[in-house]
């Protein structure tokens, strides 16, 4: 369990939150660089730890991300004209460059205008692996780009998505650092069954309830389920948390590539969470096909690509479809992230963790929340929270069959040699 305080310090990230201060000192996703697509384009609404902002791609291809609202009388810049290096609001004319400079007053006289003492709000940017970062901290304390493995693969091996989640930041970081319920939300239950999830022939479902391995590191944790299949092998998947909001994870698509894949799960509020979503592979290059993300239903045919809201979702119960249930999935509902958002969501905006009543098989969960309550009170002392150093950027992550007496981080992980790793529990 955590306790009603913790909790509201976990799960507040809007400005003066403690937790919204933490999440400031890290590299945030902010949109796809595709929802820019062109120098000079349309602005993007962009809703991000509380705060309503406007990103635009300027003449010459840099994006700038602004305070919505013009600080002269508080109109949206939604409705602003992209032009000549700088957002125009419509209202009366006053234009912002992408550091937040006033540049410009056309509503008044060359000899009145007061341009220097205009400055609106404005965030750093940076673009990798297809999507806009954003630093919302103190600039003084920025840490390095945030290069992921993924981002420096060819656009040829790698996809990235987005999708609304109706539920708190935490909510999606614990379901998807908590591999014990993988096989049992996401099984399967014929070998027939051509539906989305594990079937009952696959080593993560056939073995038994995992044991837990967290090796702490300086940028949060490395961990493994461990599942005996027999007297000689083992079952192991590996996992990384990177502070404050990264999982990496193996996955395999539906033809069989094997891939590294993982989630962001960003806050835009309290209330509501932008899951990216991203994988790639390290040896044949991805098809059209393989980017609609069929099992995971976080595709362009499962979510709407200008809301970014599934098509399954909590208006709808996610189209569960009870004979399914009884038939062939463990859940009834289509897509394995899609079955991830309707479980989450259903704890209800914000869960009451006092309630709780945690396991060893919870160890992963209450680690992430020990690390991420540690790193709320080093940046309330002035310190430096861990996930900031660059020692996050090989990392890949695994799963295989291995003998029971193996060195399963030698054979699955070897990166982790690079690693210190702090302690293991």
Known sequence: MLSREDNELLTRVGPGAAMGATMRRYWTPALLARELPEPDGAPVRVRLLGEDLIAFRDTRGRVGLLDEYCPHRRASLFFGRNEECGLRCV???????????????????????????????????????????????????????????????????????????????????????????????????????????????????????????????????????????????????????????????????????????????????????????????????????????????????????????????????YLIDRRVQKTESFTGIDGINTQDRAIQESMGPIVDRSHEHLGPADKAVIQARRLLLDAVKSVASGGTPRGLEPTYYALRAAEGVVPRDADWRALLTPEMAQTEILQTV
């Open 91 to 317: 209202y009366h004319g006053w234009k912002y460059d992408v550091d937040g400079r006033c540049v410009d007053m056309m509503n008044e006289p060359e000899e009145h205008q007061f341009t220097d003492k205009i400055r609106i709000t404005s965030y750093p940017t940076v673009e990798r692996g297809g999507l806009v970062w954003a630093y919302l901290g103190p600039a003084e304390l920025a840490p390095p780009l945030p290069n992921f493995a993924w981002t420096a693969m060819p656009a040829t091996h790698v996809n990235v998505s987005k999708v609304i989640q109706e539920s708190n930041w935490l909510q999606g970081l614990e379901g998807g650092i908590d591999t014990s319920h993988a096989p049992i939300l996401h099984r399967l239950l014929t070998t027939e069954s051509t539906r989305p999830g594990f079937k009952p022939t696959n080593p993560f479902v056939r073995g038994k309830a995992p044991r837990l391995v967290v090796d702490l590191t300086d940028y949060g944790y490395q961990y493994a389920g461990i599942r005996p299949l027999d007297e000689t092998s083992l079952h192991i998947r590996t996992y990384h948390f990177i502070l404050p909001f990264h999982q990496i994870r193996p996955s395999q698509n539906e033809r069989g590539l094997r891939l590294v894949a993982g989630h962001i799960w960003v806050p835009i509020d309290d209330d509501t969470t932008m899951v990216y979503n991203w994988e790639y592979s390290t040896g044949e290059a991805l098809t059209d096909e393989d980017r609609l993300e069929r099992r995971l239903g976080n595709g362009p045919l499962e979510v709407d690509q200008t809301t970014f809201r599934g098509k399954r979702n909590r208006a709808n119960d």
